[in-house]
C-alpha cells in the first residue's frame, strides 16, 4: 500500500471548516484514500473514503486531486468534539479484509 | 446496534504471564482484526480472522495468538508477556474478505499495562 505524509499536528477554530491535508504521491490506480480519526482513549472511527471522485456524507467531504497523489479531509463546521487525530490510509480496493497500515496522523485541535 | 465491544477495558499483568483478551464483532460482521497501539503511535496490525482461520498476518512474534469462534467473536491471546507488550490493543470487525465496500469497526480497545 502507499505511503501517507501528514502533518503532525493543526489548530482549527470552533465553527470554521477544519481542511487536513494528505499527500500520497506513490499511490496507485486502484488504491482507495480512507480517514480514520481517533478521539482520546476511544478506538478508532470510519469518517469517510474514496477512489477518485470528491466525496461526501454526513461526517466530512473528502476531495482527491486529480492526479490523486494528494487529498483533503473538510469537516466543514469543526466543533470542540472533532479534536482528534486524524489518519489518512491508503488502500487497496475497498476490500474490508485488507489490512489498515496506519501512519502518525494529524492532531486536529479545535480552539473555542 | 451493538458495535465492537472488547473486554476488559483494562488488564494489568506481570511479566512473563498470559493474557487474553476478547472481542465481540459488530452485528453482522463475520471477520475480526486485532491492532496494537503503543503510545503515541498509530495501530499496527497483528492478525485478521474469517471463517475461524487466520487469514493475514502483521509482523508480531507467535507469542501473540488467537482464536476465532462460531459466533464470530475473537479472543486475542498474549504469552510470556514482555513490558513492551503494554499498549492499547484495538479489535476491528468488517464484513467478508472479499471486496466489501464496508469498512471495518473500532471497538475502544482493552489496555493493558505490563508491570
Known amino acids: 500500500d502507499a505511503k501517507t505524509t501528514q502533518p503532525t499536528s493543526m489548530d482549527c477554530a470552533e465553527g470554521r471548516a477544519a481542511n487536513l491535508p494528505c499527500n500520497h504521491s506513490?499511490?496507485?490506480?486502484?488504491?482507495?484514500v480512507y480517514w480514520y480519526r481517533q478521539i482520546h482513549s476511544q478506538g478508532p472511527q470510519y469518517i469517510i473514503h474514496?477512489?477518485?471522485n470528491n466525496e461526501t456524507n454526513e461526517m466530512a467531504s473528502l476531495i482527491i486531486t486529480e492526479d490523486r497523489k494528494s487529498s483533503t479531509l473538510i469537516l466543514p463546521h469543526a466543533t470542540l468534539r472533532d479534536t482528534a487525530v486524524y489518519y489518512c490510509?491508503?488502500?487497496?480496493?475497498?476490500?474490508?479484509?485488507?489490512?489498515?497500515?496506519f501512519g502518525s496522523g494529524t492532531q486536529l485541535t479545535v480552539l473555542p | 446496534d451493538a458495535g465492537v465491544t472488547q473486554s476488559p477495558t483494562h488488564l494489568i499483568k506481570t511479566r512473563g504471564q498470559q493474557v487474553t483478551l476478547r472481542c465481540s464483532p459488530k452485528s453482522g460482521h463475520d471477520t475480526v482484526s486485532w491492532y496494537q497501539q503503543a503510545l503515541g503511535q498509530g495501530p499496527q496490525f497483528i492478525f485478521q480472522y474469517y471463517e475461524e482461520e487466520e487469514r493475514q498476518r502483521g509482523n508480531f512474534p507467535d507469542r501473540f495468538s488467537g482464536h476465532q469462534y462460531p459466533n464470530y467473536s475473537s479472543e486475542l491471546n498474549v504469552n510470556a508477556l514482555l513490558l513492551g507488550d503494554s499498549a492499547l490493543y484495538l479489535c476491528?470487525?468488517?464484513f467478508g474478505t472479499g471486496d466489501s465496500n464496508q469498512p471495518q469497526h473500532f471497538g475502544d480497545g482493552t489496555r493493558l499495562s505490563i508491570l
Open positions: 490510509i491508503v488502500r487497496v480496493a475497498p476490500g474490508s479484509a485488507r489490512q489498515l497500515t
Open positions: 506513490t499511490i496507485s490506480g486502484n488504491e482507495y
Open positions: 476491528a470487525s468488517s
Open positions: 474514496g477512489l477518485k
